[in-house]
């Protein structure tokens, strides 16, 4: 999870298997921004899940959010070879005109 | 895809030089952030634009940072006295407006100070 206590920054699965990372916040967000780096390029944007949104899917990825425990889940259904990343989730600090990021979760999806 | 181009990609300076990075945002897109991530994928908020103007930026107490988006020019980040400290991916990302919306990054400047 990122954020709060961080217990798992890396995680090794095969072609096909589900997976989920966490992640919570210390303060009150109206959005959270879940992110993909992959190696050598900048993060892109792969879900946005705001406060009157439980869950948000899009495609093979589902996004949660639980604003009374301030926590937020990403997962991916059937992951592939091409899902190898590092995801980070961010909030907009007080304001909204910047990102918070997590420390990232690197996913590695071997064949 | 993001459509934000930042150059240079790489950047090697010794202690004491000066850095400068710059960054074209999206068309249309007149918000401008930069970060820095380092190397244990830990990011921090620089400074903001909207148009020209500064909407918040970090105490940079150290003033070597200054950054500028002038009118019809790229955007520019630049370290006045690089330290070994300021190695990192310097992220350029850009948006349609200010508050709580999606951000398009651009593949970064690596700093390298030696």
């Known amino acids: 999870s990122q954020w709060g206590e961080e217990n798992l920054q890396a995680l090794s699965i095969q072609e096909g298997e589900d997976v989920t990372m966490n992640c919570s916040y210390k303060?009150?967000?109206?959005?959270v921004h879940w992110y993909r780096q992959d190696s050598g390029r900048g993060p892109a944007l792969i879900i946005l899940?705001?406060?009157?949104?439980r869950e948000k899917r899009s495609g093979r990825l589902r996004a949660t959010l639980d604003t009374s425990s301030q926590s937020s889940s990403l997962s991916i259904t059937a992951a592939q070879c091409e899902d190898t990343a590092v995801y980070f989730c961010?909030?907009?600090?007080?304001?909204?005109?910047?990102?918070?990021f997590g420390t990232g979760t690197t996913v590695s999806v071997s064949p | 895809n993001s459509k934000v181009i930042q150059t240079p990609r790489y950047l090697v300076k010794g202690q004491g030089q000066k850095a400068k990075m710059r960054c074209i945002p999206e068309?249309?897109?007149?918000?401008v952030f930069w970060y820095q991530q380092n190397k244990n994928n830990e990011f921090k908020f620089l400074i903001n634009?909207?148009?020209?103007?500064?909407?918040?930026q970090i105490d940079m107490t150290e003033k070597r940072f200054s950054a500028e988006c002038p009118s019809n020019s790229p955007c520019s980040l630049e370290i006045q006295s690089s330290e070994a400290g300021d190695s990192a991916l310097y992220l350029c990302?850009?948006?349609?407006?200010?508050?709580?919306?999606?951000?398009?990054f651009g593949p970064g400047t690596r700093l390298t100070v030696l």
């Open positions: 990302a850009s948006s349609l407006v200010a508050n709580y919306a999606e951000q398009f």
């Open positions: 303060t009150y967000t109206t959005v």
């Open positions: 068309k249309g897109h007149p918000v």
């Open positions: 961010a909030t907009d600090e007080e304001g909204g005109r910047a990102l918070i």
């Open positions: 634009f909207q148009n020209q103007e500064v909407l918040q």
């Open positions: 899940i705001r406060s009157n949104e």
